[in-house]
């Protein structure tokens, strides 16, 4: 008996070329779209049993929102994530969201077929090795590398962070000071500080860890803006 489905993809030939070759296959394609915005009203409005949901980055926040929103209105809606080769932070995601099963996007229609089918009876569509891959980074989370730069960063106060800027930009104390509009008395103990606070023993070793951790995508829009003098 074929499956009631929608399919969603960000490329339409792809959500096409896929439906086709369900269609041939005896399932019903209730719709085959490419929506920019709107993926989960147009399933809901169709009410599937199952959506093919397809994504190029599953480790994307908020690329599962359509499926937090689909699982919330209509729980009995299955959704199947259609996705490059998995990594576990993305697979973990998908389930987090309330996918019911993860296939790769270089499957054989059999493999597609497999995963609608095990998705409607509710059943986990999905490898078993990737699920368990899922369920461990569930449990226990990797560390994003911007954690330790968001860290870092509150530790620093805006001044500082500013420092931090232009320490990494290769400006000296006086470059600082003239910037800040600060004595350089005041700018090397700003540096000292930075330094003190991200534990390192040097300007270079300042500028690496900022760059390494992200530090620096969190910090002041630039030293073009200063801080107004109070």
């Known amino acids: 008996m074929g499956v009631r489905v929608v399919v969603v993809d960000d490329h ?15 399932h019903r394609v209730l719709a085959a779209a490419a929506p920019a915005a709107g993926a989960a009203e ?8 199952v959506c093919l949901l397809g994504t190029a980055n599953p ?8 499926v937090v929103r689909i699982k919330r209105e209509r729980p009995q809606i299955a ?12 697979i973990a995601a998908a389930f987090a969201a ?21 998705a409607r009876a509710g059943e986990a569509a999905i490898a078993p090795q990737l699920l368990q891959g899922a369920f461990s980074e569930l449990l226990n989370p ?3 590398p911007d954690d330790e730069g968001s860290r870092l960063l509150r530790l620093l106060t805006p001044r500082e962070v500013e420092v931090l ?28 500080r930075v330094l003190m606070k991200l534990g390192v023993g040097s300007r270079l070793e300042a500028a690496a860890l900022a760059a390494r951790t992200g530090l620096l995508d969190r910090a002041l829009p630039g030293p073009s803006s200063p801080e107004p003098r109070g």
């Open 59 to 66: 480790a994307e926040p908020g690329v599962f929102e359509p």
């Open 142 to 144: 990797a560390v994003q």
């Open 12 to 26: 339409r030939l792809l959500a096409e070329a896929l439906a086709s070759a369900l269609k041939l296959r005896g």
């Open 79 to 90: 959704v199947v994530v259609l996705g490059p080769v998995p990594s576990p932070r993305g």
């Open 98 to 118: 309330g996918a019911s099963g993860y296939v790769r996007q270089d499957e054989r229609i059999e493999g597609v077929e497999r995963a609608l089918a095990k």
């Open 42 to 49: 147009l399933v809901i409005g169709r009410a599937p049993e």
């Open 165 to 192: 800027v232009r320490v990494a930009e290769g400006e000296d104390t006086r470059l600082i000071a003239a910037g800040m509009a600060i004595a350089p008395s005041t700018a090397r103990t700003h540096v000292q």
